[in-house]
């Protein structure tokens, strides 16, 4: 008898100071965490770790909050997540950290805020580095002071291209000179048997090939069919149209002032940076099935029949003869914050480069466009 009362307070006693201790709230919205750190909302920010959101807690796009700091150079939000013990070495699903998201939009300042604070120039393995970024991006400064740091030339991002091959690609003439000088090994060659001199030949930068290649080297180039050096998929940076009504979208929707007119011309600019559509029945050999019609939440209940006898199944949005006792529930279409379609527009380039289908991210910015507040 004794135990058993000995056990009964034991247990109350845990459930008094269990009682007393602070509720952990739960972490926000994914989407509604992603905006509050583009916006530069700090005090939201930090009201959200005092309650026990972690560090590195993922936003729908982009990745932590310190990465989508990063992204935006925002310094101070840097600071406080790393204050709070983010991890600047800790990477997206895309193999990319806060220094190389830095890096690509060309903020310096906080390449060296970052590298002051725990991330990595040189990372092990083929992974982005910044200085891929930078040189992909046409950031001719920032890429002196990475090499000047100590950042490789001859890095390999996951397919194996080095910046100087990216520099190729994208006709980076100035960038392209200053990783020769800086030790650039011309004779590499990608996991596809690619070399900056093969890229620049695709891509019809044949001022950049010739700096790459000896004279004979390049002789031979010139001669050789065009057809050799593979079909050239070019990778068009976002123009600053685009980029601009994006920046005015997230600021009317910070400032809850009306976008329709806004979004009316993103979704214009769009469509004309993709070009015309593609046909959507054909890929290479292999034909396409047409995606199956949204579908819908059914919950079907008896009147008579008590709780928990409710029946949940998924229909076709347009399947035929409603149902006599079901109640259709269409989930609501989250909002879609502007970096997710700069960031979708990003990952598409990265993949051309890459030389990685788009197709899957295409409709990705598809939808995203449509779900655009």
Same mark, same amino acid.
């Not at 890429?143 to 006709?171: F, H, K, Q, Y």
């Given at each position: 008898?004794?135990?058993?009362?000995?056990?009964?307070?034991?247990?109350?006693?845990?459930?008094?100071?269990?009682?007393?201790?602070?509720?952990?709230?739960?972490?926000?919205?994914?989407?509604?965490?992603?905006?509050?750190?583009?916006?530069?909302?700090?005090? @939201?920010?930090?009201?959200?770790?005092?309650?026990?959101?972690?560090?590195?807690? @993922?936003?729908?796009?982009?990745?932590?909050?310190?990465?989508?700091?990063?992204?935006?150079?925002?310094?101070?939000?840097?600071?406080?997540?790393?204050?709070?013990?983010?991890?600047?070495?800790?990477?997206?699903?895309?193999?990319?950290?806060?220094?190389?998201?830095?890096?690509?939009?060309?903020?310096?300042?906080?390449?060296?805020?970052?590298?002051?604070?725990?991330?990595?120039?040189?990372?092990?393995?083929?992974?982005?580095?910044?200085?891929?970024?930078?040189?992909?991006?046409?950031?001719?400064?920032?890429?002196?002071?990475?090499?000047?740091?100590?950042?490789?030339?001859?890095?390999?991002?996951?397919?194996?291209?080095?910046?100087?091959?990216?520099?190729?690609?994208?006709?980076?003439?100035?960038?392209?000179?200053?990783?020769?000088?800086?030790?650039?090994?011309?004779?590499?060659?990608?996991?596809?048997?690619?070399?900056?001199?093969?890229?620049?030949?695709?891509?019809?930068?044949?001022?950049?090939?010739?700096?790459?290649?000896?004279?004979?080297?390049?002789?031979?180039?010139?001669?050789?069919?065009?057809?050799?050096?593979?079909?050239?998929?070019?990778?068009?940076?976002?123009?600053?149209?685009?980029?601009?009504?994006?920046? @005015?979208?997230?600021?009317?929707?910070?400032?809850?002032?009306?976008?329709?007119?806004?979004?009316?011309?993103?979704?214009?600019?769009?469509?004309?940076?993709?070009?015309?559509?593609?046909?959507?029945?054909?890929?290479?050999?292999?034909?396409?099935?047409?995606?199956?019609?949204?579908?819908?939440?059914?919950?079907?209940?008896?009147?008579?029949?008590?709780?928990?006898?409710?029946?949940?199944?998924?229909?076709?949005?347009?399947?035929?003869?409603?149902?006599?006792?079901?109640?259709?529930?269409?989930?609501?279409?989250?909002?879609?914050?502007?970096?997710?379609?700069?960031?979708?527009?990003?990952?598409?380039?990265?993949?051309?480069?890459?030389?990685?289908?788009?197709?899957?991210?295409?409709?990705?910015?598809?939808?995203?466009?449509?779900?655009?507040?």
């Amino acid at each position: 008898m004794s135990r058993t009362i000995g056990g009964f307070l034991a247990g109350a006693l845990a459930a008094f100071w269990l009682a007393l201790a602070p509720a952990q709230a739960a972490s926000p919205d994914p989407v509604a965490f992603g905006v509050a750190v583009e916006r530069g909302d700090r005090r @939201q920010v930090e009201k959200w770790l005092d309650e026990g959101m972690p560090p590195d807690y @993922q936003a729908d796009r982009i990745g932590t909050g310190l990465m989508i700091a990063a992204w935006n150079g925002d310094i101070p939000m840097m600071e406080l997540f790393v204050g709070r013990g983010a991890n600047p070495r800790r990477a997206n699903r895309n193999g990319e950290q806060a220094l190389q998201l830095a890096a690509w939009n060309g903020h310096a300042a906080a390449v060296r805020w970052l590298l002051e604070h725990g991330a990595v120039l040189n990372r092990d393995d083929k992974n982005w580095g910044a200085l891929h970024y930078a040189v992909f991006n046409g950031h001719l400064e920032l890429a002196r002071e990475l090499i000047a740091r100590g950042a490789d030339v001859n890095a390999r991002s996951p397919n194996g291209s080095t910046p100087l091959m990216m520099a190729a690609r994208e006709g980076r003439d100035e960038i392209a000179r200053l990783l020769l000088e800086s030790g650039a090994d011309t004779a590499l060659k990608s996991d596809w048997g690619d070399t900056a001199l093969s890229f620049a030949m695709r891509y019809a930068h044949y001022k950049l090939g010739q700096m790459i290649a000896s004279p004979e080297e390049f002789e031979i180039a010139v001669k050789a069919p065009k057809e050799s050096f593979g079909e050239p998929v070019r990778s068009v940076a976002a123009p600053s149209q685009i980029e601009e009504l994006l920046r @005015q979208i997230r600021e009317a929707n910070a400032s809850g002032a009306e976008t329709v007119e806004l979004r009316r011309k993103l979704h214009a600019a769009i469509a004309e940076f993709r070009g015309p559509p593609k046909p959507q029945g054909l890929a290479g050999p292999k034909v396409i099935k047409a995606a199956p019609p949204p579908k819908a939440l059914v919950i079907t209940a008896k009147r008579a029949q008590p709780k928990g006898g409710e029946r949940v199944e998924v229909v076709p949005a347009d399947g035929g003869k409603a149902v006599p006792g079901t109640v259709k529930v269409t989930p609501a279409q989250p909002a879609v914050s502007p970096s997710r379609i700069a960031d979708i527009l990003r990952q598409i380039r990265v993949a051309e480069a890459q030389g990685q289908p788009t197709e899957a991210l295409r409709r990705e910015l598809d939808e995203a466009m449509a779900k655009l507040k």
